[in-house]
């Protein structure tokens, strides 16, 4: 049967599409163009529904590749989150940063403090996640491995422009800064890192130590309080001060049913660890 599309070169046309890069389109106009012709749809419909196809096609791409590139802890998501272990962050606000980008607009930190087990890499992560699904480019990375990196830009000569690449992300997740150790903090490289994206692009820091105890972090205490300056300037900052989930968890299994995980305070479980 002769369909009007065939009346055209489609090797022609395959060629002008991969030139255009339209994939999506390369691959799907025959069958639009199949049912256009049969159901007598106008042009402009036929024209639309093939860019809507490429545009979808095209946003779920990035989104792979974001998703390539962000490193992000596997399998750790806000759904899989907990929130009633920690009761004194609220979930709505989560919810609203990692749906929003307002705050990585104007360049906004958040802060996650709390002991080790708490959640912290866990909850930077599923925000990473959310906002990399809205169509952001998030990095998450082992605050010590990124020191190290940029220690190797520094001595190529080339931190700057190290420090300017990782500007195409919207969000900088430095995973446990308190563990930067003092030989690396000498270069003073995170400090450069922070004062570059200050008020520009957005860091979210976990670390297990308060401020006051960031002194080995960076070389001396002028550039810890200029840190600390810059850092807290614009930022949200979540004080996780619970006990390990995994120690709980253990608990509670030891303990048995009755005591449903969420009603386990950090205070009533310290008080209940007492008294066993
Ligand atoms: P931190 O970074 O504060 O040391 P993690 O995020 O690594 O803590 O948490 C330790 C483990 O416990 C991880 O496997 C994490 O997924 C889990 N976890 C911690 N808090 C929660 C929570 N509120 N809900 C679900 N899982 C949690
Ligand atoms: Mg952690």
Do not use: C
């Amino acid at each position: 049967m002769n369909t009007p599309h065939t009346s055209i070169d489609a090797a022609r046309l395959s060629f002008l599409l991969n030139e255009l890069r339209l994939p999506a389109i390369k691959t799907l106009w025959p069958r639009f163009a199949e049912t256009a012709d049969k159901e007598g749809w106008p042009a402009a419909r036929f024209l639309a529904a093939i860019a809507e196809h490429e545009l979808a096609e095209r946003d779920r791409r990035r989104i792979e590749r974001h998703l390539a590139e962000g490193k992000l802890l596997p399998g750790k998501t806000l759904e899989t989150f907990a929130f009633d272990a920690v009761p004194m962050i609220s979930k709505a606000q989560v919810m609203a940063l990692a749906a929003a980008d307002a705050w990585l607009e104007k360049g906004a930190n958040l802060l996650l403090f709390g002991p080790p087990g708490g959640g912290k890499s866990h909850l930077a992560s599923a925000i990473g996640l959310a906002l990399i699904e809205n169509g952001h480019r998030v990095l998450f990375t082992r605050t010590t491995d990124l020191v190290q990196k940029l220690q190797a830009a520094r001595r190529d000569l080339a931190l700057e422009a190290a420090i300017n690449r990782l500007d195409r992300f919207d969000l900088l997740i430095l995973d446990d800064l308190a563990y930067v150790t003092k030989d690396q903090a000498e270069t003073s490289v995170l400090f450069e890192l922070i004062s570059a994206r200050y008020e520009r692009r957005s860091l979210l820091i976990t670390a297990n130590q308060p401020f006051g105890e960031w002194g080995k972090v960076f070389p001396d205490p002028a550039m810890t309080l200029a840190a600390v300056d810059r850092l807290v300037h614009h930022a949200i900052i979540f004080e996780m001060n619970v006990e390990s989930y995994r120690r709980r968890h253990a608990l509670e299994r030891k303990r048995g049913p009755g005591r449903p995980a969420s009603q386990a305070t950090p205070a009533n479980l310290a008080e209940a660890e007492l008294a066993e």
